[in-house]
């Protein structure tokens, strides 16, 4: 049974930092590009960040350009989210999502979602 468990995720002040982990279970990990998405409030769910099945690729949405960094440890079956310079529109749960065919950056090619983790960012 494949399960992403998320972890990291809680109330931080704007211009404040935060690490999420994903850590993955049931699966070949290093054959699956990784992404994270993110559903705000009242929002539909959006690409956050990507990452290639070997980490040399890495892809963001253009409001985490600069200010994310999505990484990998194959040997630990884990993925990481740094998020620096956090700011109130980046309030979401956030998503750890496999994806076995394609770059992680797409819903439609996602096979596997963990439950999420909410990050609420405070003014």
């Known amino acids: 049974q494949v399960q992403l468990v998320e972890s990291g995720g809680g109330v931080v002040q704007a211009g404040g930092s935060l690490r999420l982990s994903c850590a993955a279970s049931g699966m070949s990990f290093r054959n699956y590009a990784m992404g994270w998405f993110r559903q705000g409030p009242g929002k539909e769910r959006e690409f956050v960040a990507a990452i290639s099945r070997n980490a040399i690729g890495t892809y963001y949405a253009e409001y985490g350009k600069g200010r994310f960094t999505i990484s990998r440890d194959n040997a630990k079956n884990s993925v990481y989210l740094q998020m620096n310079t956090l700011k109130p529109e980046d309030t979401a749960v956030y998503y750890c999502?496999?994806?076995?065919?394609?770059?992680?950056?797409?819903?439609?090619?996602?096979?596997?979602w963990g439950k999420g983790t909410l990050v609420t960012v405070s003014t």
């Open positions: 999502a496999a994806d076995p065919k394609g770059t992680g950056a797409s819903v439609r090619h996602i096979d596997y």
